[in-house]
T-cell receptor, first 110, second 112 residues
Framework: GESVGLHLPTLSVQEGDNSIINCAYSNSASDYFIWYKQESGKGPQFIIDIRSNMDKRQGQRVTVLLNKTVKHLSLQIAATQPGDSAVYFCAENAGNMLTFGGGTRLMVKP | SQTIHQWPATLVQPVGSPLSLECTVEGTSNPNLYWYRQAAGRGLQLLFYSVGIGQISSEVPQNLSASRPQDRQFILSSKKLLLSDSGFYLC???????????FGDGTRLSIL
């Protein structure tokens, strides 16, 4: 079946640096994508989303880029802080359902 | 604003016992509701979703069932728990298709 996956299971960055988390998807019919942040013992928290008619969307310190040609999604976090340490999931939407990637753990070194 | 509540936060149950996990949403009407299971260090697996009262769709064959007795209430149940039912169970809601899903803080279920 079609799926969403992540290139890097663990990403370690220095505090203050920018972080880039990548995600590949395979369902060409997906038209809506979401990034979630999950801290230990908690549910996923919505960060930012993007629809397929866009290729870039910015939030507070975060930017999502969508490349439909190669079916690639990325999350950029500017000036990474210790509080950004978490597992990040991408998800693609098809109909009423989200399909989640396996997650990337972001570790921020002080 | 909308909020979602799940309880209990943690639960330890013996094999063969029944299960009932409850999820309620406040501040919205006619939400889509979802139950997911997350194994340790893994992604989320969709178990059930509901687009309205009494309407349940199951995504995977399993030992669990779901019900939606009220518009903003979603219940996950089992008559007899198996060891393999252990995991982190998450409830989520959305306004509809193509809208973000918002998650509760989950129930960590351990089967002994």
């Amino acid at each position: 079946g079609e799926s969403v996956g992540l290139h890097l299971p663990t990403l370690s960055v220095q505090e203050g640096d920018n972080s880039i988390i990548n995600c590949a998807y395979s369902n060409s019919a997906s038209d809506y994508f979401i990034w979630y942040k999950q801290e230990s013992g908690k549910g996923p928290q919505f960060i930012i989303d993007i629809r397929s008619n866009m290729d870039k969307r910015q939030g507070q310190r975060v930017t999502v880029l969508l490349n439909k040609t190669v079916k690639h999604l990325s999350l950029q976090i500017a000036a990474t802080q210790p509080g950004d340490s978490a597992v990040y999931f991408c998800a693609e939407n098809a109909g009423n359902m989200l399909t989640f990637g396996g997650g990337t753990r972001l570790m921020v070194k002080p | 604003s909308q909020t979602i509540h799940q309880w209990p936060a943690t639960l330890v149950q013996p094999v063969g016992s029944p299960l009932s996990l409850e999820c309620t949403v406040e501040g919205t009407s006619n939400p889509n509701l979802y139950w997911y299971r997350q194994a340790a260090g893994r992604g989320l697996q969709l178990l059930f979703y509901s687009v309205g009262i009494g309407q349940i769709s199951s995504e995977v064959p399993q030992n669990l069932s779901a019900s939606r007795p009220q518009d903003r209430q979603f219940i996950l149940s089992s008559k007899k728990l198996l060891l393999s039912d252990s995991g982190f169970y998450l409830c989520a809601w959305s306004k509809g298709s193509g809208q973000p899903q918002h998650f509760g803080d989950g129930t960590r279920l351990s089967i002994l």
